[in-house]
Structures are given as C-alpha cells and as structure tokens.
C-alpha cells in the first residue's frame, strides 16, 4: 500500500512536467505565430504605403516616400512586444521580387551614427542609399519591395525557447499608377 503512494507521487511528478512542457511550449509557439503574422502584416502595409506614394517629397528628407513605408510598416508592428527590428529594406524588384541591386537600407542609429529620417518620432540611420524616392515615379511600372528583418525575442526563456531568432519578410508591389 505504501509503495503504491510512492508511484502515484512519481507519476504525478512525471505528468506535470510533461504538462508544462506543453504548456509553455503553446504559449511561445502561440506568441511566436502572433509576431510572426504581425511582421507578415507590417511588411505588407509597407510595400502598399510604398507602392502608392512613389517619389512622394514634399518637405524634404524628413517626410519623404521613405518616411511613409517606415511609419506604415511600424504601425503595424505596434502589438509586437519585446522584437527589435534590425533593418528595413526598400528595394527595386523583379516580378519575381529579386533585389535588383538598389535599395535603401534602414535601421536604428548605434552610437554616434548619423539619423538620417525622423518617422513617427523613431529615428533611423540609412545603411544603404541605393534607391531613393526620386527614382520611384508613379507610374513606371517599376517593383518596389520592402523586407523586415526582425529579432525575435522568446517569451519565457525556457529550455530551447531563449534568446532570440532572426525573422526575415519581403513583400514586392507595383508602383501604383500616376494620378491625373
């Protein structure tokens, strides 16, 4: 009788560790399939704000074509928690969404390195200046793609699910046709 105690313990120990594995592995790949439709999203709402605003610049380099892919895309990430996005691509396409070389390469200043675009009021340093909006006229029949990269950061830091993993997202669009 007293043996029998001892191994219901046991099994109640064994299923409860294999209930919250289970369990925190729900949460992080629950979480992990949230951001991941977020950047999906954000990349998305970027190539659209993109593909309509062409050589948009009305006021200078502070609120130009760049400024609205960046503050669409970042509105879109407003529900990720604890993700850094490390860059931000605005890039010429192919059909096939090919970088065609040309491309505008954004991420947060580091230290010292010059801000570039003020959107939204999050600054950003061009890594990369291959193709501004200028070369982006409505109307062209030109590609325009947009790629996040994003750090993925794990919830709860258990077991495999810790530190972070490195998501990519490209979305190409048309450039809308010139208004008139």
Known sequence: MTRDRGTAAVEMAIALLVLLLIVLGTYEYGTAFVDRNAMANAAREGARAGAAAGDFDPAGPDNDADCVVIEAAAGALQGMQ???????????????????????????????????????????????????????????????????????????????????????????????????
């Open 82 to 180: 604890g993700n850094t996005v490390e860059e931000l691509w605005i890039y010429q396409s192919d059909v096939a969404g090919t970088v065609s070389g040309t491309r505008q390469v954004y991420r947060s200043p580091v230290g010292s390195e010059t801000v570039h675009l003020n959107c939204g009021g999050s600054a950003w340093h061009r890594a990369t200046a291959g193709w501004p909006p200028a070369n982006r006229p409505l109307g062209s029949n030109q590609w325009l793609g947009v790629k996040l990269i994003v750090d993925h950061t794990w919830k709860t830091g258990f077991a495999i699910w810790n530190g972070t993993t490195t998501w990519e997202e490209d979305v190409i669009m048309r450039l809308e046709p010139a208004a008139g």
